[in-house]
């Protein structure tokens, strides 16, 4: 069954601090309901306050993206559904408890994983 990913990034929510509570409890109540429908995978945020590493396969170390890449931050959510439609469904409802539109991207299929 495919696996999705839908994701924001941090700019994209526009919440007033009084507000927070409000919107994590919504974004739980979707993930929640994630867990009981089966199409839970994994779901979390990644911290804005921590600079992301490069590693090459030396074990150097680089403290920056690629240059190509944006940046990524933000809340994302794994989900397995089995059509790209019900991945929308998800990601629109993590839309409305995250106040801001999601991405919807699909993972290749590896057929040894």
Do not use: N
């Not at 994209?12 to 199409?39: F, Q």
């Amino acid at each position: 069954m495919p696996r999705y990913l839908i994701s924001f990034p941090s700019p994209a929510m526009i919440v007033r601090d009084d507000e927070w509570g409000d919107v994590s409890d919504a974004a739980h109540a979707v993930i929640d309901e994630m867990r009981s429908a089966g199409v839970y995978v994994t779901s979390g945020g990644l911290r804005d306050d921590v600079e992301p590493t490069r590693v090459a396969g030396d074990g150097s170390l680089t403290d920056e993206l690629y240059p190509q890449t944006r940046d990524l931050s933000g809340g994302m959510a794994i989900i397995e559904v089995p059509s790209r439609e019900e991945a929308h469904a998800w990601a629109a409802k993590l839309a409305v408890a995250c106040r801001c539109p999601q991405e919807v991207r699909e993972f290749q299929h590896d057929p040894l994983a």
